[in-house]
């Protein structure tokens, strides 16, 4: 996005986000194992996931953006929940793939085909958008000088947008991933029973979010997303405490909260990272914020905290990396000011 200014730019850049998720999608149902090409194949499938990861990041946050400014009648949070609840309901897709192959004991012979299903996703969504006409066609191409300036003088714009993705993501990791895999460590509960419970709660996100996102029309998302940080500051590590020796009904009610936290502070994400940076760099600055924060300070946490856990053999060590992001979230929220209304057009 720093090479694109101009809407007509904008709208291939969204193409070519996911043109790349559906070839690297497509790749990835075809990386030779380890027994065929050895070292090449843990390194293909790195380089698969590295350009289905990067091309994600653009398409999360210029498809919301794209979104929030072509629909200037609608309210910006309840569009950005809309945006949000829409990524959830892919994700609810894919979980349940996953717990019916889990079901027959299919993952490792089939675990390929869901690759290949979700790349029909990227071509369709591919072709819709390939439809579409520009909605703001007199705005300027910027350079790419022009582009690194101006991240320069909005750095720590761009690090509160960044540190803000970070913990957006990494509640995201520690309700619906991280848990999947220490739960079964420390307790009876299986990883099928755990993969099962992920999509209920993942079914819970998508219909929350643009419930609480139309709830919230008109109010002030950074207050919104503060008293959120503040919360998960508070409840982190004695959420984590009450995970040891507890029942499902009380893993799924532990669960329900941090899932309910995500929501609370995703909900207007984008809509106060819209307003903080001015519109003709929108796309180039706020695609590169998120794609720092979400892959730099979030997608790192569950790796991080079970780390931790490993190391200490506490399981409020599990909490945290989350509570520390969470709390300095809440202090970069603290000092940032908007400047700037989100629809331009």
């Not at 439809?131 to 703001?136: G, I, K, L, V």
């Not at 300095?328 to 000011?337: N, P, Q």
Request: net charge positive; glycine share 6%.
């Amino acid at each position: 996005f720093g090479y694109i200014g101009d809407n007509k730019g904008r709208l291939k850049a969204l193409c070519c986000s996911l043109y790349i998720m559906a070839i690297s999608s497509i790749a990835l149902a075809f990386v030779p194992v380890y027994a065929d090409i050895g070292p090449w194949a843990p390194f293909l499938l790195l380089l698969c996931r590295f350009l289905q990861s990067f091309a994600s990041s653009g398409e999360c946050i210029g498809g919301a953006i794209y979104l929030l400014e072509s629909n200037p009648q609608v309210s910006a949070n309840f569009s950005s929940s809309l945006f949000n609840a829409s990524t959830i309901l892919g994700i609810i897709v894919a979980s349940g793939s996953i717990s019916l192959l889990a079901s027959f004991d299919l993952i490792e012979s089939s675990w390929r085909y869901l690759y290949l299903f979700g790349s029909l996703t990227a071509i369709c969504g591919l072709y819709i958008r390939m439809q579409w006409e520009d909605f703001c066609p007199n705005k300027k191409r910027v350079r790419v000088f022009d582009f690194w300036k101006q991240i320069w003088f909005e750095r720590r714009i761009l690090f509160s947008i960044a540190n803000a993705a970070g913990f957006s993501y990494s509640c995201y990791v520690v309700s619906l991933i991280m848990f999947n895999g220490i739960i079964p460590l420390i307790s009876s509960i299986s990883l099928a029973q755990m993969l099962e419970i992920n999509t209920y709660l993942l079914m819970f996100d998508a219909i929350a979010l643009p419930l609480l996102g139309f709830y919230l029309k008109g109010k002030k998302a950074k207050k919104i997303m503060f008293s959120a940080c503040i919360c998960a500051a508070i409840t982190g590590i004695p959420l984590t405490l009450a995970l040891k020796s507890s029942s499902l009904f009380v893993i799924i009610c532990i669960r329900l909260v941090f899932v309910s936290i995500g929501i609370w502070f995703s909900t207007t994400f984008h809509a106060w990272a819209l307003s903080l940076v001015s519109p003709n760099h929108r796309y180039s600055l706020l695609s590169f914020a998120y794609a720092v924060g979400s892959q730099c300070f979030g997608m790192p946490t569950a790796a991080i905290s079970l780390w931790l856990f490993k190391k200490t053999n506490l399981l409020s060590s599990l909490a945290w990396y989350w509570v520390t992001l969470a709390i300095a979230t809440a202090l970069v929220l603290a000092k940032t000011k908007t400047k700037e209304k989100i629809n331009v057009c």
